[in-house]
């Protein structure tokens, strides 16, 4: 009876080092890991949108959207501000579509044709949620393109959308108020600086 008791403790002691090493070797599900990667990237990815969203352009930055469109295009608080005046004009599809066919571009081949898919249905079919403005040729070529995936399906589609901005929206985003506020709250600032130095120095 006491050697039974004497065994007991060591037996449950050897069991519970095992379970607990057990425990500790085991592996995150994968799955849920992927999951957790997804939404670390995508927190990343807002709190960055959220950072631009604040950030008002200076005057070179607006100046330099006046010179050409790529300019507006190519800088992250261009588009945004390019956007917000679309989205007054309830045209702010145009640039969604044209950013989905620049990251579409950057798609691993394995998902191409399932987001190929996704960027179709969602703006270049007839009755699209976001459909943009495309003659039926190109809409129909742009169809085609999806039974033979790669990087370029959206070229042609892509590269009329980045036209209309270009030649229509584009001319009015350089006239519209939005544009002038942004020159005109700088250059006040700029002056108000101005002032200030003048007034500390007792001078110009």
Known sequence: MCRGLAILPATCLKSAIKHKISFLL???EPQAADQKKETNVAAAAAAAAAA????????TEVKKWKES???VVNSDTGRRVFSNFLRSEFSEENLDFWLACEGYKKTGSSKLATRAKQIYR???EADAPNEVNLDAATREETKQNLEHTCPSCFDKAQRMIYVLMEKDSYRRFLNSKLIQ???QKKEKK???CVENRQALTGGA
């Open 26 to 28: 085991q592996k995150p």
């Open 122 to 124: 969602q703006y270049v």
């Open 69 to 71: 469109f790529s300019h």
């Open 190 to 192: 700029n002056c108000d």
């Open 52 to 59: 631009a969203a604040k950030r008002v352009p200076t005057v």
């Open 181 to 183: 506020d942004l020159l």
